[in-house]
């Protein structure tokens, strides 16, 4: 199960609609080994394309840096989908490179009749798929 607080929820959606029609991306660092998600980084998608998002590799590499100066680690990575439900594409499965992560996605399509956008969570294993619950708390 993924816990987010209400605030960190309400960036990533926030970021995904901003960037629309283009897909939106970024990470949500925690400390080390505490699974905790707690600094939102929104990233540039390089890409700059409504069905792909890349991260620039200068600024991935940066951010690498930095968790690591900060004990931290990727705990959410996250990306939109602009005409397509919030589930990882076969390019994003290929993709997910870290297996603790929790993998969010954020559809800013109504794909479901239930409004303008879905936020979902999924752990990427050896590109095993597996949804898990989002619970948005006030605060940890």
Do not use: W
Request: proline share 6%; with cysteine; glycine share 8%.
């Amino acid at each position: 199960m993924l816990t987010i607080t209400q605030a960190l929820h309400d960036q990533i959606v926030a970021h995904a609609r901003e960037d629309h029609p283009d897909e939106a991306c970024g990470v949500v660092a925690g400390p080390v080994g505490e699974g905790r998600p707690e600094r939102f980084i929104p990233m540039l998608n390089a890409a700059r394309s409504p069905t792909f998002y890349e991260f620039d590799s200068g600024d991935l590499l940066k951010l690498y840096r930095e968790m690591d100066d900060r004990d931290e680690e990727p705990v959410i990575i996250y990306h939109s989908h602009t005409a397509t439900e919030a589930y990882p594409s076969r390019t994003d499965i290929s993709y997910a490179g870290e297996p603790g992560a929790h993998y969010v996605l954020v559809s800013t399509a109504d794909t479901d009749g239930l409004g303008d956008f879905q936020f979902r969570s999924f752990r990427i294993v050896d590109g095993e798929v597996t949804e898990e619950e989002v619970r948005v708390v006030e605060s940890y």
